[in-house]
Structure formats: structure tokens, C-alpha cells
């Protein structure tokens, strides 16, 4: 039987599963085109899946937490990612550790994959510059852009109360902020990523964009006013603008909504520690959950996959939360 090889693009895709890998090489040596162009050391395979074809992503707040997991998953499967962080020293820390994660499905360096930035999202200017910068790195054609960044702490600083200090400004201030990263640079981005969204040509398919929100839109905390209403808001734009970006360019717009994904793993400090995934976490954490475990930022990646693949499905909110939001809660 023959080995379904699509060459395209200059892009190969071996629609193969691995234990045929041994039949596959014996094949594409065989094949002159093929064989001229690439050596066989060029072909790696994902475990037990179809090779997926290499696309580009935008990712903020990729330098920790969700985001750095995010892009390591991207990079990992042999993806383009351009990482933007308002952490230098954490965005640094990541990028160092790009390489290993990095792979390619051709004889390419693994620094050609990835490109970071020091961005402040509250700054237009800086978000306007660096866009320009993602469409020269991704030669105009941008596939996914995921809204990610926010402000830390997610509280009021201090652990101040809406109402506390009234004749001051700090209160509104961190408003302004938690706007500012949250809400309205994802507006901008998306805007100015329009065009390398939107699809080159008949036999290209426009790209989406995935907007990061939390069960924290729908549930609510004390002193989470600016964090809630911020993500809030990017549901009410992510179903706005599939619709808008969805009928004039068929650029599809969906929600992740996580719940409690733990990243304290995802950060400098943890890599300098050794920080694993599960340390700090309890039993009764895990099976608080109906889903029987605390979530990975694998789980926000298995979600991102789906809605960048599912080219119907757009103006959705992907719930990722273990089942916590769906639990009825009596007092003890």
C-alpha cells in the first residue's frame, strides 16, 4: 500500500501513523524529488498521531504560566511561535529554554521556530511596533493568535478592597491596567492582525483567533472586580467579533474559559527549583474536581489544537475545568 505523502507548499505531511515509519523512510528514499531535497534525519514523528502541518502562532504573556506552557506545547509539535511578555526576565528564562523544546519537521534550526518580544500591552505604540515585527517574522501569514496575557496579581494589590482608600488613585489605577492588558490589547491585536489572518488566496483558509478567559467571568471572588470584569468583557468581544471578523473574512473568534489550571511549574523560580507540576497540591485538591485531578496547561493546549483544527466552529466558549462550574454547593 502506498505511504500518502502531500507535498505542498513546500510543506511535507505524513498522514502516517508510527509503526509504519520503518516502510515510510524505505519509501521516501526512494522518491527522487523527495530524496534530492531532504535527508532522511529531517523526518520525526509524533507518538501514536498524525504529523500535523506546521503553522505560526502569536502568543502573549507567553513568557510564564499558561502562555509559556502554550508555546512549549506549540514548539514541541514543530510550530512557529512568536512569544510576547511584559516580564523580561521571565520571557528571557523561556526563550533560553525555547531550543530543547523546539523541533522541525525538515533540516531547519530550532531558532528559526521561535522569536520573543518585551512588550507592554498598555502601551498602543509598542503593540502597533511589534505586530509589524510578527508579520515580518511569519512573512505575512499569521494561523492562530491567542489573547493570553493579564496583569498580576489578579486581586487588588494590598489586599485592598474595591471601596478601600477612596480619595486615592491606586484602586483605579490597576483598574485601568487589568483593562488595559486584558481587554483592550486584544482588541488592538486582533485589529491589527487582520491581515495576516485572512486567508492568501482560494486555497488558503483564513485564520482564528483564541481568546483567553476564566471561570472567574461567570463565578466570582472577593476583589477580583477588575480581573472578572475584564474577562467578562473578552467574551462579549470574542462572540462580537466572530461574527464581524467571521463575515468579512471568515477569520474565526472563540473563548477558553480554564478553571484552576496550575502553572507554578511555568515560571523562572520554579525551573531554578525543579518546581514539578503536583508539588504543593493535595488529595483533596485533585479529587475536588470531578474530573478527578487539578488542570495542566496541557489540557489549555488540547483546546487550542481543537479550535485552531475546527474550521466550524467559531463563537464558542470552550469550558476547561475539571467540571468544578457544573457542581451544586451546600454549606457545611
Not at 41 to 68: C, W
Request: charge should be negative; hydrophobic fraction near 35%; proline fraction near 4%.
Amino acid at each position: 500500500m502506498p505511504v500518502p505523502v502531500l507535498v505542498q507548499d513546500n510543506v511535507i505531511e505524513i498522514r502516517l501513523q508510527c509503526p509504519h515509519r520503518a516502510k515510510l523512510m524505505t519509501e521516501l528514499q526512494s522518491r527522487t524529488p523527495v530524496s534530492k531535497c531532504l535527508s532522511t534525519k529531517s523526518y520525526e514523528f509524533l507518538p501514536d498521531q498524525h504529523m500535523s502541518t506546521p503553522m505560526n502562532y502569536l502568543v502573549t504573556g507567553a513568557g510564564r504560566g499558561i502562555g509559556r506552557g502554550l508555546a512549549r506545547n506549540l514548539l514541541a509539535q514543530g510550530h512557529r511561535v512568536f512569544l510576547l511578555d511584559s516580564n523580561e526576565s521571565e520571557l528571557s528564562n523561556t526563550l533560553s529554554l525555547a531550543s530543547d523544546w523546539a523541533k522541525s519537521s525538515f533540516s531547519v534550526s530550532s531558532n528559526s521556530l521561535y522569536k520573543g518580544k518585551v512588550v507592554d500591552l498598555r502601551n498602543r505604540e509598542e503593540i502597533k511596533n511589534v505586530v509589524g515585527e510578527v508579520n515580518e517574522f511569519f512573512g505575512g501569514r499569521l494561523h492562530a493568535l491567542v489573547n493570553n496575557a493579564f496583569v498580576t496579581p489578579h486581586t487588588w494589590r494590598d489586599e485592598k478592597g474595591m471601596e478601600d482608600d477612596p480619595s486615592s488613585d491606586d484602586i483605579m489605577d490597576q483598574w485601568d491596567d487589568k483593562i488595559a492588558v486584558g481587554l483592550t490589547a486584544p482588541f488592538l491585536l486582533s485589529r491589527l492582525c487582520v491581515p495576516m489572518l485572512k486567508g492568501k488566496g482560494k486555497e488558503s483558509s483564513a485564520g482564528c483567533i483564541i481568546n483567553i478567559a476564566s471561570t472567574r467571568a461567570k463565578q466570582a471572588e472577593d476583589n477580583h472586580e477588575g480581573y472578572s470584569a475584564a474577562k467578562g468583557g473578552i467574551l462579549g468581544l470574542t462572540q462580537s467579533m466572530s461574527i464581524s471578523l467571521g463575515h468579512r473574512h471568515n477569520i474565526r473568534v472563540n473563548a477558553i474559559i480554564p478553571g484552576w489550571i496550575n502553572v507554578e511549574n511555568e515560571n523562572k523560580a520554579a525551573d531554578e527549583k525543579n518546581v514539578k507540576w503536583e508539588d504543593g497540591m493535595t488529595d483533596e485538591d485533585q479529587s475536588w474536581h470531578p474530573a478527578g485531578r487539578v488542570g495542566k496547561v496541557e489540557d489549555i493546549y488540547k483546546a487550542v489544537k481543537f479550535l485552531v483544527e475546527s474550521d466550524f466552529v467559531t463563537g464558542e466558549e470552550i469550558v476547561v475545568d475539571g467540571g468544578v462550574t457544573r457542581k451544586m454547593y451546600y454549606p457545611e
